[in-house]
């Protein structure tokens, strides 16, 4: 599975997600020894997560 990553890194206001691909510093980092679930399982989050940064 490819990353999400945008490109853009940078963080929202309270520096839990990046705005680009909406993962945490954490799963950025740790995204390549992820296993296939856990990868899957995260881009699962990211839609929520994006709509909740959306509307702060």
Do not use: H, V
């Amino acid at each position: 599975m490819s990353t999400p990553c945008k490109n853009i890194c940078k963080y929202d206001k309270t520096d839990t997600y990046c705005i680009g691909c909406y993962r945490t510093i954490n799963e950025i980092a740790q995204w390549m020894i992820f296993s296939e679930e856990k990868r899957i399982e995260i881009m699962r989050l990211l839609p929520g997560r994006k709509k909740d940064l959306s509307s702060q």
